[in-house]
């Protein structure tokens, strides 16, 4: 386990006192800051970007070799931190002197929003062998207040009052929706090539639109309402439960209306609860397990082709075939002649 401790109250920049710890290349250029790095302790980059407007954003394209903790040592004014999750997993906990810690799970996807008690501890846990990309939005209520029409302008009473320095909501954990809208503007943030002031436009563009999603889907929430592009945990629930239904009976031939109906489950909500957990459409995901079990079927067992085709829950020979190609490269009835040949391994005795 590495530990890596950075104090938020003494004015030192923040990469600078990460590259203590992970002695990478850091590099500045006007408010930006990256730390690249690629050694004993993994690789990736963490950039930092500071706006004199009271907003900061540091994101993490990780993958470390040992499991990573960092260590946020929050001074006597703590900010809001809208964050965001575009790959992999991680574990968060907020811990002040003589509290124990509450471990939190941030997963992919997730609109998160937290802020911790002054003179805390926000600590941020990476695992080993995983490739994390991390957003965090900081916004700092003293400095944010002067911009006119900012994104925060119309918070709901439970973040305003975060921003206005009332510790009775703290520490603030909300782990809302899943939305894939917000990990598509990241993706474009994270990617954004230009230069100079064309560079800096955009990036602000992008981050009041982060902010400007993150606290609609959170005032959604908490008013029992739904985005068009989010998904709440219980649907992806359903969503497992629909994935295990079609696991559990490939030799049926279900359409998005029957498990919809039978699940009481929305067509569009469903299809991104797939999009979601399987990066699949559901017709992709059926289809794609269908032919794993056709394949399956094929190395080990004496079943004819048609008999694989009905037992997969399809009527079509010529079209199995057809799908079958397309993932493997050849056609099914080469495939067994090539088992039959033992030119490729079957689990028959």
């Known amino acids: 386990m590495e530990l890596i401790n950075i104090d938020l109250s003494i004015n030192q920049p923040v990469l600078e006192q990460i590259n203590h710890f992970i002695n990478g290349d850091l590099k500045k250029l006007h408010n930006e800051q990256t730390l690249k790095f690629n ?39 703590n900010p809001i931190e809208f964050i965001f999750v575009s790959e992999g997993n991680l574990s968060y906990a907020s811990e002040k002197k003589g509290d124990n810690q509450e471990l939190l799970e941030l997963q992919r996807y997730q609109n998160i929003i937290l802020s911790n008690l002054p003179k805390s501890q926000n600590i941020f846990s990476f695992p080993a062998g995983q490739v994390v990309k991390l957003n965090v939005i900081q916004v700092f209520a ?6 006119s029409g900012n994104s925060l302008d119309k918070l709901q009473n439970s973040l305003r009052s975060i921003l206005d320095g ?53 005032k959604s929430f908490e008013n029992k309402l739904s985005l068009p592009n989010s998904i709440s945990k219980e ?12 696991n559990q009976n490939l ?30 459409s559901v017709n992709e995901y059926i289809r794609l397990k269908k032919l794993d079990l056709a394949q399956e079927l094929i190395k080990n067992t004496d079943l004819s082709i048609s008999e694989i085709v009905y037992r997969i829950g399809y009527k ?4 199995f075939s057809k799908i079958f190609f397309e993932k493997y490269n050849i056609l099914p009835v080469k495939y067994k002649e090539l088992i039959k040949e033992g030119l490729i391994a079957s689990e028959k005795e």
């Open 316 to 319: 079509s020979r010529s079209y």
């Open 166 to 218: 009332k510790e009775t909501n703290l520490p603030y954990k909300y782990l809302g929706n899943y939305n894939l809208k917000l990990a598509e503007i990241i993706e474009t943030l994270n990617n954004e090539e230009n230069e100079g002031i064309v560079r800096f436009l955009n990036i602000e563009g992008q981050i009041n639109l982060i902010l400007a999603l993150q606290i609609l889907e959170h």
């Open 235 to 246: 649907d992806l629930l359903k969503t497992k439960l629909v994935s295990d239904d079609i």
């Open 142 to 147: 003293n400095d944010n207040s002067e911009k």
């Open 39 to 77: 050694n004993h302790l993994g690789k990736g980059t963490i950039r930092n970007i500071i706006f004199e407007w009271g907003i900061a954003l540091i994101d993490y394209d990780v993958l470390f070799k040992t499991n990573v903790k960092f260590n946020y040592n929050l001074s006597s004014s």
């Open 251 to 280: 030799q049926k031939s279900y359409t998005i209306a029957e498990l919809a109906k039978k699940y009481n489950f929305s067509a569009k909500k469903m299809q991104l609860g797939f999009k979601l957990l399987y990066n699949q």
